[in-house]
């Protein structure tokens, strides 16, 4: 998955109120949202980890 594919989903996720956090190599899902934005989140979990890893 591209990085702006994975920007969209995150985007996505502050629309509905959830935020992303990555905690021990976990990526943490923060708030309520979709269950097929959640299932998209899960799919794509390592790529996000990563990303929030690298954001500021």
Known sequence: MNRK???KLILSLRQHGAGLSAQNGQLIIEGLAPP???L???RHRKALAA???TRP
Do not use: F, G, P, S
Request: no cysteine.
């Open 5 to 7: 594919t994975l920007e």
């Open 36 to 38: 097929d934005i959640l």
């Open 40 to 42: 998209q989140a899960h």
């Open 51 to 53: 990303m929030v890893r």
